[in-house]
């Protein structure tokens, strides 16, 4: 049983580190797009990365979402909400398009959502094993 505890919560530990390292590639991968305001072809370029990021997050997400538990799933499903939400946000408001959201609290939103599910984690891996 000892051996099982361990085997799940290395699963939950590899999962939560792929889906950390994901999210925060979408966030330098969002930086990226804010910096190329100027040249479309860049941004072109800098979009294209940040769909591929976000869409590795998502994967990500599903290895979460086996490993569990149910708290931790919802909360790294809200994160890639947030995240998605300011990704598409952020790139319609640099092609000119009007956005009615606020880019800024959308960004706050999305770092709380990131340390909300850290902490989440970091307390589900801290649990001694049952």
């Excluded at 051996?3 to 330098?28: G, T």
């Excluded at 930086?31 to 294209?48: K, M, N, P, S």
């Excluded at 706050?108 to 959502?113: D, I, L, M, Q, V």
Aim: proline residues 2%; charged residues 30%; glycine residues 4%.
């Amino acid at each position: 049983m000892a051996e099982h505890s361990h085997w799940h919560r290395q699963l939950r530990r590899e999962a939560y580190d792929a889906f950390l390292a994901a999210l925060y590639e979408v966030v330098e991968a969002v930086h990226a797009v804010i910096g190329v305001r100027a040249d479309q072809a860049a941004l072109d370029l800098a979009a294209r990365e940040l769909d591929r990021r976000t869409n590795t997050l998502q994967a990500s997400g599903i290895r979460v979402e086996l490993a569990g538990p149910d708290q931790v799933d919802s909360l790294a499903k809200e994160a890639f909400d947030a995240l998605e939400r300011l990704s598409a946000l952020l790139v319609r408001d640099l092609q000119g398009e009007a956005v009615t959201e606020d880019i800024n609290a959308l960004f706050e939103e999305a770092g709380r959502k990131a340390e909300e599910l850290s902490r989440a984690m970091r307390s589900v891996l801290r649990e001694p094993p049952s």
